[in-house]
């Protein structure tokens, strides 16, 4: 297997048989739990990762510079309000890793549709870029295109604790 980035480094040794006579999984080993959803307050700046309605993990995210209100079209720096999945995983993305959120849905395009806009698309979770442009200070506030960022050690926390279509909530 090559591996082609950092996080993929880190994605492959997590998963790695730490124990080759133990039969626990690795997120067992890692002290991990898998959650069963997800719920983003935006206002609180805190993602939860949650099983069966419990918080598993509280994780500290950053946002766009426009965070207040949901997101209604492309280029608004907003992160989206509402249910979504997660769907899809990027080990060779631009930031450490990123998972991708199901937005838009049926509901975010048919408003955009009304008001005559591209909804945008392209939300992820991610870690902090591999590649900074700017001083380590600009990413300790609200910085992203309407994205959800979080810390790299938080960012390998949630890829190892999720799955694709776990479900997402982003409530104001």
Request: with cysteine; aromatic share 8%.
């Amino acid at each position: 297997m090559k591996i082609r980035s950092v996080a993929a480094l880190f994605v492959a040794l997590s998963f790695a048989r730490v124990d080759a006579a133990r039969a626990e999984s690795p997120l067992a080993l890692l002290g991990r739990e898998l959650a069963d959803s997800v719920l983003v307050l935006k206002s609180e700046r805190k993602l939860y990762l949650l099983k069966a309605g419990q918080i598993v993990k509280a994780i500290t995210i950053y946002l766009g510079p426009m965070p207040s209100g949901a997101k209604r079209r492309e280029g608004d720096f907003r992160t989206p309000e509402g249910h979504y999945v997660l769907e899809g995983r990027n080990v060779d993305s631009d930031y450490f890793l990123s998972i991708q959120l199901s937005y838009p849905n049926a509901a975010d395009r048919e408003v955009a549709r009304k008001q005559h806009v591209d909804p945008g698309g392209n939300i992820m979770i991610h870690g902090m870029p591999n590649e900074p442009h700017y001083s380590p200070l600009h990413y300790q506030n609200d910085w992203t295109d309407g994205c959800i960022a979080v810390s790299n050690a938080d960012m390998l926390d949630i890829w190892l604790m999720t799955r694709e279509s776990t479900p997402i909530e982003i409530r104001p």
